[in-house]
Structure formats: C-alpha cells, structure tokens
C-alpha cells in the first residue's frame, strides 16, 4: 500500500478514515478539499490544481482523499495500488452531513478549508448528495471489482464495517510505534 484513492459520497467517513490511514502508514495524506480550494473558500484555478495534482500521482507515495473534478478522480482510480470506497446507506450519509453542519455552527470541523462556509458546504454536500446515485451506482460498482484483478480494492459498507477498518488501523499505528 503506498498510492491509496479514498473516495465515496459526501458524508462518508473519508477524512476520519484516511487521517488514521495516513497515521498508521506514514504516508502523506493530500485532502482533495484543501487543494481544490484557496484559504478563502474560493476554487483554485483549474490548471494549478492539476499541476499539484499530477505532481502528487507521480510520487512515490500518497493517500488521497475525496472525488474532485472526474478527470482526476479516474487518473487516481487508475494510478493508485489501493481504493478504498465507502459506500454508507444514504440515509446515514445525509445524517453526517447534518451532525457536520450542526457542529460546524460552533466549531469548524476537522480538515475544513479555512475560509469555506460550513453552511455553504453542507448545502453542496446536501445537492451532491441527491445526484449521488447517477454515479456512485452498481456500473461503478462493478467497475471498482474489475479493477480489484490489479489493485487492492476495499469497498465500506457500514458504520461498523467504517469504525472497525478505522480501529484496525489505529491498532496497527499502536503496534508500530
């Protein structure tokens, strides 16, 4: 494991699941969020992002966390030894991305870009989230098995499938250091 693409809909677990990942690996972790936007909340400019993007891809080693534009995102598929897609029920993803929201009126959630709304955000995870089933769908499905012959493919199902993967990883940190 060493060029890790952890994706999935937007309230999934991705940034908790790839910080311990990161953690437990050592491997540098590049949130898609904190390059896709500026310090105050606007987008980068498409040719830089691909720039940081494709100078991450040809490192040795990376954890990647989220979808960002789909060109790269089927780059990541592609480059990557590891996938990790957590594919939680939708009613437990819009729960998350409520019980973010809701913290968020108080305190910026962990790995939030400096200067991007939480509100705003939420309401972007909210409109994602309805769209999510033209594409995280069984064709996607079935495209991530195919690829297993050559890559490591996980596929997360479950809060507790989530925590335990999360909880391995964290033992393994333990054990290592």
């Given amino acids: 494991m060493n060029k890790v693409a952890v994706f999935g809909k937007p309230g999934s677990g991705k940034s908790t699941l790839s910080k311990a990942l990161s953690s ?23 040719e ?14 990376w954890i990647i966390d989220g979808l960002g534009p789909l060109g790269s ?3 990541r598929l592609e480059a990557a030894d590891t996938l990790i897609y957590i ?49 995280w769908n069984d064709d996607f499905t079935s495209r991530l098995e195919s690829l297993s012959s050559h890559q490591t493919v996980h596929i997360i199902r479950s809060v507790s499938a989530l925590n335990a993967f999360v909880e391995q990883l964290q033992d393994h940190q333990e054990i290592t250091s």
């Fill in 48 to 61: 830089v992002f691909d720039k940081a993007h494709d100078d991450i891809l040809s490192s040795e080693r």
């Fill in 73 to 75: 995102f089927n780059q």
């Fill in 87 to 135: 594919d939680l029920p939708y009613p437990t993803s819009y729960w998350f991305v409520t019980k973010r929201l809701l913290k968020g009126l108080f305190v910026k959630p962990e790995g939030w870009p400096d200067g991007s709304s939480v509100f705003k955000g939420s309401l972007n995870s909210y409109k994602f989230l309805k769209l999510s089933p033209r594409f």
């Fill in 24 to 46: 437990s690996t050592r491997i540098e972790l590049y949130p898609l969020d904190a390059m896709v936007f500026k310090k105050n909340g606007e987008h980068v400019e498409r």
